[in-house]
C-alpha cells in the first residue's frame, strides 16, 4: 500500500466544487472515477481544500492510497489522459503514510481577479469578476493589509458551514493591477468557508469609497458576518497552491517514527 | 440613416466564427438580431474581420446603418444588455457613410498564444495552444521577424478560401514569453485565411529545431502551402485590434465630399 499526493488544476466552472456530493458533478467525482478505472481498484481522494462551485485551481491537492505498482511520479501523465481538459494533474508523488492533506499545518494561497474596465471581456469573464466602477486600489491594498496576523475572522465567514475555530492566521496579502486587472492574493494557514470572497467584498467596499480602510479592523473585532461586505463571485477566485512546510523539500525521506499513520478515512 | 460602427470583443469557442451561415450560430446572426430587436428594424452588420470557428476577438469591427434616433455612442451599452456574455461592444460611434470596415486601409494586430510547459492548464485551455515540448524562441523571434515588409504570402494561405492577391505587408512581430506562456504577436494591412495560425505552424517546426529561421524566407518564395508548417489550432488565436489610419484620431469631422458613401451591401 502507499499513498499518492497529487497536484490537481482545473476551470471550476463546469463543477458543483470540489467535493463529491449527490445532486452534482464535482471534481472529486471525476477524479475518483478515473483513478478507480486507471488503477483498477476503488479508489477515495481527500482533498486539501474544499473549493466551491465554480471556484479554480491551479494548485489542489488530493492524496488517495493505492496498491498498484506504478511508479508515483507516473501517475500523472497516465491520469491525465483518462481526464476532461477543464481537470489536469500538474503532477504525482508518492508520499509517506503519516501524511494527510488537511490534518499537516499548510500555506494556502488564493488569488481574487477583479477585470476592472468599461466593458466586460467575453474572453475572460471565467476567471475574473467584472468590476465596472472606480475603485481606490490605495486604499483597498491598506485594508488588505490590516488583515495579516492572527485573527478571529468570524465575520469574514459564511455563517452556513462554518464550524469550530474561526481564528485563521493571514501571511501575507498582495493587491496590483495589471492593465485592467486587479489582482488581489492572499495567503493563509487556512481559509473559512467563503472567507477569500467575503474578504473581496469588502474590499470593494472600500474601495468603492463607501468604507473607509481602518473599517476593516472593526469588522473584525465585530466578529458578525452581517458587518462585512457581499461575498464576491465565485468565478473571480483560484486557489493557487497549497504547501506543506513540514514536509518539503523532501517529503519522500521523512517515512520515520515520528509520524504515525493517519488513515485517509476521516 | 446613419452609419455606426462598433468594436466587437468575443469568446469565439462556441461560434462557427464570425460570418453568417446556414448551418451554425455566427458572432455576426448573434448581433443582426440583437441589434434588429433592439433597433425595431432589420440591421445587417458588416465586419472588418471574418474571424474562423473557435478564434476569439478583443476588437473586431462591424459596421452598420441605421434610421434610429439613438446617439451612437450609447448603442454598446443598450446593446450588451440583450447580447449572450461571451460577446461585448466595446464601443459604438457614428462614423460618415463613406467609412466601410473592409474598403479602408487597416492595420490589424493578431496574438496567438502557446501554453509552453509540463502540463496544459484547464483555466486556460480555451484562449491558448498547449505545447508540451521544449521550443528555441531565439529562433522563432528570428523567422519572425523575416516576414515583415510586404510580401506574397501565398504559402501561408490556406488553399481553399483565398482569392485574388496573395500580397500583404507586415508591420511588425513580436514574441516573448511570460511566465509560461508564449505571445506572438503579428501587425499587417491584412491577412490570408489561416495566414496567422499557418505562420505559427511554421514558427513551432522553427521552434522544435525541425527546420533553421531562414527557412522561412524559402518558404516564402515557393510561394506554395505545402511547404509551410500545419495550421495551429483555432483557440489560441486572438483578433486584437483593427486600426483605420485615414480616419483617426477624427473620424467623426471627415464628412467632407473627398469620400463617396459606399454601399454596405457588397
Known sequence: MKRIKLTVAYDGTNYCGWQMQSNGITVQTVLNSALSEFLQEKIYTVGASRTDTGVHARGNVAVFDTRAQIPGNKIAFALNQRLPEDIRIL??????????PRFTSTIKTYEYKILNR?????????DSMFWYGKLNLKAMKKAAGYLMGTHDFKSFAAIKGTEGSTVRTIYATRLWK??????FQIQGNGFLYHMVRIITGTLLKIGQGSWPSEQICQILEARDRSRAGATARACGLTLLKIRYPEWEPDLRNRQNDKFKSISLNV
Open 91 to 100: 503532477g504525482s508523488q508518492e508520499v509517506s503514510p503519516e501524511f494527510h
Open 118 to 126: 468599461t466593458f466586460s471581456d467575453p474572453i475572460r469573464r471565467k
Open 178 to 183: 495589471e492593465e485592467d486587472m486587479i489582482h
